[in-house]
Each structure stands twice: as C-alpha cells, then as structure tokens.
DNA sequence: TTCCTTATTGCAACTTTTGGCAATAATATG
DNA sequence: CATATTATTGCCAAAAGTTGCAATAAGGAA
C-alpha cells in the first residue's frame, strides 16, 4: 500500500486534506522510520516537491504528531524529533555514550494503569525518552 | 540558609565557581518554586544583575540542570522550563484544559526498577510529563 | 468539468536559542 | 594583600523556530 493510500483517508476522516507537501513529508517519514529533525525531513522532502519550504515542514510534522500520524520526540538535544506513528514505544538513552535502545510499551502498561487509577487522568500519549547509563558506562562509573 | 549559603559548596564540591549572576539564577528558581522559561527567568533575575545577558541564563539554566541544581522539563509548549531541584516527581498535563497535578516518583520507583533489571540500564533523570485528559475533560469527551 | 469555499502554503518579519571569541572576574597561591 | 590561572560572562552573529497575512490549491457541489 502506497503511503497515499495509507494517510489519505486518515487525514480525510477528520476533515483534512491531503496535500504534495503532506504526502512528501509523510512520505520520508515513513521510509525513514527512525527519528528525524525537521531539518532532516526538509532537506528530503524538498526533493520531491521543490517549492517546500521549512515553515511547512515545521507545522506540518506539529500538525501530523497532533493528529496521530506521527510522534514527537525529546531526545536529549533539546530539540524536537518525530517519526511516523507505528507501534507503542519508549527510548532508553545513556547520558555518557548516547547509546539508545528501544522498550516496548507493553512493559510500561501497568505502570500507566496504576497512574491512570491513582489520579483519574486517561493518559493519551505513550513516547517517552528515560535517560541513564548502560550497561558499558556503567562500568567505568 | 541563604541561597548563596546553600548552592555556593555544591557547586565548589564539583570545581566551579559561584557568580552573581548564577546565583541570582539560583535565587529566582528557588522562590519560585515552580517551572519557569528562561524568558521569566532573565526578566527577574536581571533586576539583581543589571548586566545580565539571556545568553549567560540559558548558558546558566543548563549548567544547573547538568550539575544537579535544577530540572529541565517539557511540558508540552515545545520551549523547556527548569524548575529548582527539590524532591523527585513527575507531572501529568491534560491535553485539553491544560490542567497539570504533580505525582511523586514513588509512585513509578517499581517500574524503574523493571526498567532497570529489563534493560540493564542505570536510569538517572526523573522529572518526566505524562499527556492526557484530566477527569473534567473525560466527561464532555 | 467548472465553480466555490476555505484549508493550506509561501513569504517575510520576528522571536528564541546557540556558538565563537575576547574581556572579565572568581579563587587559589605566595 | 598582590598576582596568576582559567572558569565564566558579554557581545556579536548565526541558526532554529514561530507568526500574520495574502496567494494558492484541495475537494465538495453543481
Ligand atoms: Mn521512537
Ligand atoms: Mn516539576
Ligand atoms: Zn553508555
Ligand atoms: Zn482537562
């Protein structure tokens, strides 16, 4: 299934439209698969639709991660990354080497049952980074 | 005790120095207790240190965070806010009214230590934003 | 297909945040 | 107290991100 056949409707159902700049964006998201920087996705996006400009990119990745087809990301940098919505998940991040790894939310979920029933919120969103040492760094304290 | 009392021996147990301009920093963070942008922290702290450039608070800001006197936090406008550091929570923000309410680290210490065992990572940071709906939102959906 | 409505984009100005570098000032030492 | 060392700051310029508004184009209706 193309990327258009994958959003199209999901944009349509809430009233939006799908536009080439969307789509281009959408698009390198998705390949990608990974985190990217709005400068990131600019720089490949604006190979497929020229006349893409940074401001575009930056409310349209605002606007995909409001409306859940991608997700935002505070890695560390003090800047925002996104990357396409697919399953639930979390980082690990070591503060010494940088090494990452990924934790499926799965192992979070009675934790988030246990905040949900102690302070009456619905928690929505699920992506979070927890920073700390790994296992290596560990060792040299 | 005074701030300067107070922050001056931890920041010379790690080899820095105290300035006037950190601890005017220090000093706004601790009366206010709450999380404040570095826009609000230039604007108060420069009525002590008329010299006081934004450069230099967010220089500060991070520097504090680093080194254990203050906390960084993302609650969702993009822009970090620091708060002073004090004792371990988290916060949970409603996506809808903006209502926030605070949650003690107790309360996720048991999924730290999953987290920790699961992984092999030693996690250090705690000050994490949960998104969601706060029970008033729930009810008008 | 053509027309109409309005969501979306590009542009330009503006705000926020970062980085290099020389001047300044905290503190250790004599 | 006077001097030396170097961490820290201010200044300036650049990079990153935001906003208002007029022009454009997606998609529904005729
Ligand atoms: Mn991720
Ligand atoms: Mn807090
Ligand atoms: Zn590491
Ligand atoms: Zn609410």
Redesign the pocket.
């Known amino acids: 299934m193309s990327c258009a056949e994958e959003y199209?409707p999901k944009?349509?159902a809430r009233g939006?439209?799908?536009?080439?700049?969307?789509l281009a964006i959408l698009h390198v998201l998705h390949h990608s698969g990974g985190h990217l920087?709005?400068?990131e996705v600019y720089e490949q996006a604006h190979l497929q639709?020229p006349?893409?400009?940074?401001?575009?990119v930056?409310?349209?990745l605002?606007f995909l991660a409001e409306n859940g087809l991608a997700r935002p990301a505070h890695m560390g940098s003090?800047?925002?990354v996104y990357e396409i919505a697919r399953h639930e998940h979390h980082h690990l991040k070591c503060r010494t080497c940088g090494t990452e790894m990924e934790v499926e939310h799965a192992l979070l979920k009675s934790m988030y049952q246990k905040l949900e029933s102690e302070s009456g919120y619905k928690l929505t969103d699920s992506h979070l980074t927890f920073f700390g040492l790994c296992p290596n760094c560990q060792k040299g304290d």
Do not use: I
Not at 16 to 22: G, K, N
Not at 51 to 56: D, N
């Open positions: 199209t944009l349509r939006y439209r799908m536009t080439s700049q969307r920087s709005p400068a639709v006349g893409l400009t940074e401001t575009t930056y409310r349209t605002d003090g800047r925002l």
